[in-house]
């Protein structure tokens, strides 16, 4: 058998949507060419390596105009001259249209396959609602007269239908009729969400239909997820939203337990990736019925009567290549996405059948097998005691994340999910390090985001309740009671000034100044004395320690008595008593200032000094607790952290690197600080204020938040974690190279504040050591010099008569001799 097909031939889409060729090429390539080689090798043929099929997209609209119309035929021919027209089909487009390009395709014919309507599907999906409403009727009639009385109507005759593009509410008609007194409808193109959300919570409704596109239908599930919505009493039941397949975004799967939905399907996985969409549905089928004529043509396949069961139903070939719908089919899946199970499908041409879907309830047992059928999510934000990598293994890619943390956030998460029996997770870390605040745009950021759109089934981090969080998720029991602090770091004195700090009111040229004034005043005393002596002693000596006893306020002895020296000592006075009140008054203020540019003891007191750029962490809730307070000061600082390089920092790691610039103070919960504190030498905290608790988050109404707050009540009665703290906190380091071996005061005889300490007097003490150790050296100089003056003297003594008798000896020897 001979291929009859040529094997490079194109097909024309006429259709409204664009990027309709695209689709229908990876369709083909993906699925149906595997499919079209199969038909052939049956009938013992093989399709050609070559074989090509190239999809050509007309975008119009449903109504095109004349001359769209002429540019459609100009483009048409040019490439059926290039290329044989093999196949030609369209969507959603009026009957006059579709007249007109089936005159250009001719002698091909046109082929269309439209969405369905919904009004021909109205009656299976008020046969679902009635199932799901009453399951006592699925087998028995279920056309029933609500329309007696409104005082008759209880819940199981009540419906919320909540529609939105591309639907109309004059499509569901036969519904409104069904429930006539107990319905209420909505538009989402013309209600807000929050309003739509309100009024069915007045009015006391548990079931509702949502009829609408991907987009619309997802930020409606967005309000209803954050709200009592999905409490376990409501029903959803989705249309036609192609959100089943949806992997792209998580939308709690754990919870849908809720939904019921009706789409087309079920498929496979493969033929998942190519279908998200009412329009991708329907050229799925188009190109379903054109693989079967291509096997006739290609292979000689019989086709004759043959009915071709596609996506949305069944067709039956009615000629060469002509086909007719015979019926369009739904199925009907209980959950959403990962949890998603077909319970049951229907048909137009009658076929019903579902099974009941099992209500919902929060039982410990259900909801914990929920949960670990799923691989869950746990965020963490890493670089603080909360969680923090273990050491040496950030940079191991070897081990999981959950084996290469710890913290007091972590360990105590780990612990709760193992009681649980919750070992199906897969931990992250939080990008941007942020917790969670609204931007302008009024859109949530952090961790916060995360539990909002489901990328996060619990975030095992410190988070901080608040008004505004409480809205879009939920926190659980308090694990941690902190404050808020400041963190910063003294500048680390310099060992020589801080010891002779008493050195420093007078600059170094001043005390020469005064040391030389003392010599010269001195020598001109000893002068004096010289001249006119006094009563005392005044040598160079005495007139030294007499002028020194006079400026340190020592014993001077007396005076001189003579009225050239009481002049020049009392000149020399008054000059000592105006250094006295010069140094004194220096002396104070130094340390006056000192402690004024150096000390943080609120947080108030940022705004009065200038030593310190201050900031906390940016998208937490304490960059919130400033900005949005009703104190001026606290808005004040907030004011000024903005103006701040480091200010609002990302992360707890720029916040350790500012502060170890010795110029930076930080705002965190005091937990955190005290754990910076380990590392940043020198360090201090203080000014403890606003007491807050530290939780996990977890989404809106998540079912497995009841039973965390279990298990952390029982390991909150236990002292877990204050022995988790004790472990992960150290005590800080210090790095006083000098002054550091001076005991630290108790805090019962800790002095008052700007009280000197012996670390400012230490010098003085120095002084008086090795004035006493040039004493030693001195008294045991003077008393080695008086030993040899006294052992000299006395051998002078001695060889006195020696001499004098050896005179005599020679005298009498010499007269002899004579």
Partial sequence: MTIIHPTNTFSALFWPQSGAAQKAHAQFQGLFRARLSRMCESRGV??????????????????????????????????????????????????????????????????????????????????????????????????????????????????????????????????????????????LDDTKISVIQYEVLQSKITTLLVLAGRDRLKSFLKIGLDGRLWSPNYRWILYNSGIIYDVKENLMPANSRNITSVEFGPYSAIESKYLSSTEDAMLYDLLNIWTVFMAHMSCGMPIDNLTVRALSGQFKITGNQSFARQNWQMAIYENLLTDSTVIGNFSTSGQFSMAVPKPRSSTREEVLDDYRKLNLSIFVITGTPYARFKEGMENRTDLPLKQRLEGLAFDLCMEVLANLGLYNFTVYIQEDSAY??????????????????????????????????????????????????????????????????????????????????????????????????NNQHFDLQYSLFFLFASLVQGIVGHPPNRPSGRIVVSAYWLFVLVLLVAYVGNYAAMRVLARLQSEITTVVSLLDQSTYTYGTLANSSLSAFFKDSTFYDMRQVYASMRRFEYGLFANVSAAEAAVNTGTFAAIFDTTTNYYLQQTICDSVVTGQFENTATTFGVPRHSDLRHWIDLELQKLLSSGRPQELYKKRLKPNCANHPLV?????????????????????????????????????????????????????????????????????TELLSRESRV
């Fill in 46 to 187: 093989a399709l050609p390596a070559d074989f090509n099929v190239t999809f050509e997209e007309f975008p119009l609209r449903r109504n095109p105009s004349y001359g769209q119309l002429q540019s459609i035929a100009k483009r048409l021919r040019d490439s059926s001259n290039s290329s044989n027209l093999q196949f030609a089909g369209t969507t959603t487009v009026s009957l006059e249209t579709r007249k007109l390009l089936s005159s250009l395709v001719a002698p091909q014919p046109l082929h269309w396959v439209d969405p369905p309507r919904l009004q021909d599907l109205a009656h299976g999906l008020f046969r679902i609602i009635r199932t799901m409403q009453r399951p006592d009727l699925a087998k028995a009639g279920f056309e029933e007269n609500f329309a007696s009385s409104p005082s008759t109507i209880d819940e199981t005759k009540r419906l919320v239908i909540v529609v939105g593009h591309p639907y109309r509410l004059s499509e569901v008609q036969y519904l409104i009729r069904q429930f006539f007194y107990g319905v209420q409808c909505y538009s």
């Fill in 436 to 533: 969670g605040s609204v931007d302008a745009n009024g859109s949530w950021n952090g961790v916060v985001a995360a539990l909002i759109n489901g990328r996060a089934d619990m975030a095992c981090v410190d988070l901080t309740p608040n008004s505004a969080r409480a809205e879009v998720i939920d926190f659980t029991e308090a694990y941690f009671s902190t404050n808020i602090s400041i963190l910063y770091k003294k500048i680390p004195p310099d060992a020589t000034k801080e010891m002779f700090q008493f050195m420093f009111p007078l600059n170094t040229s001043t005390w020469f100044y005064l040391l030389g004034s003392m010599v010269i005043v001195a020598f001109v005393l000893a002068i004096l004395h010289r001249i006119s002596a």
């Fill in 740 to 808: 550091g071996i001076i005991p630290t005061e108790p805090d019962s005889l800790k002095p008052p504040t700007g009280a000197l300490t012996l670390q400012n007097t230490l010098g003085l003490l120095v002084i008086n050591v090795i004035g006493c150790f040039l004493t030693l050296i001195s008294a045991t100089l003077e008393r080695s010099w008086q030993s040899i003056s006294k052992r000299r003297a006395k051998n002078k003594e001695e060889s006195v008569p020696v001499k004098r008798r050896r005179s005599v």
